[in-house]
């Protein structure tokens, strides 16, 4: 788990063998990059938010992992130290071009452009959150697919399919290995605001999950938007880092609209573009 402070709110995120040091670490970089006085989903808002998202994604390429077999930066990744340098790499006239360069160790070396489609929604993740008349709060993000697994004869167990979420390649942050738990994207998160209220969040989506709860927390929490309308706005989605799941493809530079599904009341489909 990882809780940092935000304009008097606590966030508090799953730890590095999830993404949820990304989600904090794009919404503590944004704020470094400025937020007041944007239009909602004006042009230098969505800027900032994708510039703001691609860091955090590349920075999750770099150095999350399964904690029990890696050392992962976290504290160190959501530094003052370390966001005010990518905050520093910024441009307001330019998107970076491919997948910003690692701060903090050597990265994991040059990435293979995917050449098809985007990254397909595999309808295998669903998310639930409660709030019971104490106060007390549940988020979780169940998500592991079964029509697409095979089945061990004789007695019906379907294996998990996400051990297709480790790197096959060892050196890799998340590289398969024994006992080594893949890096997952299922991310249920929580915000206690600066009032004394509670905010479970989450969504299905992939790599699109803590993108779209980024801009559903700020919805809320910057733009003074009521939950139904926070979810119901339109978002964007970047895709310019190595997907979570095999072949794990990367898109730096694409501009088409795809649908993305990141909901936590329902909705199925919602356009992105990505950059």
């Known amino acids: 788990m990882v809780r940092r402070r935000w304009r008097g709110h606590e966030i508090i995120a799953c730890g590095p063998w999830c993404q949820g040091p990304a989600l904090i670490e794009a919404l503590l970089l944004l704020e470094k990059l400025g937020l007041d006085g944007l239009a909602h989903n004006g042009t230098d808002y969505l800027h900032r938010l994708t510039e703001a998202l691609k860091v955090a994604m590349a920075d999750r390429e770099y150095h999350f992992a399964d904690p029990a077999f890696a050392e992962v930066p976290v504290d160190a990744l959501l530094s003052e130290a370390h966001l005010a340098a990518r905050a520093r790499a910024f441009r307001e006239e330019a998107a970076h071009p491919d ?13 293979a452009q995917g050449h098809g489609g985007l990254p397909g929604i595999e309808p295998d993740t669903s998310y639930v959150a409660v709030v019971d008349r104490w106060g007390n709060a549940f988020s979780a993000t169940p998500s592991d697919g079964s029509w697409n697994a095979p089945v061990v004869p004789g007695l019906g167990i379907v294996p998990s399919c996400r051990g297709s979420q ?8 998340s590289g398969v290995g024994p006992g080594r738990r893949p890096r997952l994207t ?3 998160a929580m915000a206690v605001t600066r009032e004394g209220g509670v905010m479970p969040f989450g969504t299905p989506g992939g790599d699109v999950q803590i993108q779209a709860m980024l801009q559903v927390l700020l919805n809320i929490l910057h733009f003074g938007m009521e939950p139904q309308a926070a979810v119901e706005a339109p978002r964007i989605a970047s895709y310019a880092f190595p997907s979570s799941f095999a072949p794990y493809e990367y898109y730096p530079r694409r501009r088409p609209w795809n649908p993305a599904s990141p909901s ?12």
């Open 99 to 111: 997948m910003p360069p690692p701060l903090l160790g050597q990265g994991t070396g040059p990435q």
């Open 166 to 173: 480790s790197r096959p390649d060892p050196a890799h942050p």
């Open 186 to 188: 299922p991310n249920p």
């Open 264 to 275: 936590r009341c329902g909705r199925r489909w919602q356009r992105a573009v990505t950059r």
